[in-house]
């Protein structure tokens, strides 16, 4: 069975291109947030296996999605998408609990391999 994704990025294409990345990998996305306050709401209805999240997005930022998340399932598995020189932010996402991370700009194996990596480790 297909591991279901989430996928929250307020940059549409940024969606588009994680989704062209993991889809013909296997992975099955079920949403998309565009906003850190529609990544909590869409992760409560659509209880995804792991979430890809941007830290920085309007409404809410990442980190504090990853905490609001935790607060409602303490073994959702989040992987933190950053740009170059957002190391700061990346390390305040895994101590909020974020399970890992990928930075900007990426290669495809990158996110295939991190999603592959934070999903086996936690069954």
């Known amino acids: 069975m ?3 994704v989430l996928v929250a990025d307020d940059a549409r294409f940024m969606r588009q291109l994680i989704r062209e990345i993991i889809e013909p990998e296997g992975f099955e996305v079920v949403g998309e947030a565009a906003d850190g306050r529609a990544v909590v709401e ?3 209805r659509l209880q995804p ?3 890809t999240m ?3 997005m309007p409404k809410r930022s990442g980190i504090d999605a990853v905490k609001e998340i935790l607060a409602l399932d303490p073994s959702a598995k989040i992987v933190m998408v950053s740009a170059l020189g957002q190391e700061a932010l990346v390390m305040e996402a895994l101590q909020a609990g974020a399970a890992d991370y ?3 700009p990426f290669k495809p194996d990158a ?3 991190t999603l592959r990596k934070v999903i086996e480790k936690g069954e």
């Open 42 to 44: 869409e992760f409560s």
């Open 2 to 4: 297909a591991s279901r």
């Open 111 to 113: 996110v295939v391999t």
């Open 102 to 104: 990928v930075v900007k």
């Open 49 to 51: 296996d792991v979430v």
């Open 54 to 56: 941007d830290i920085v």
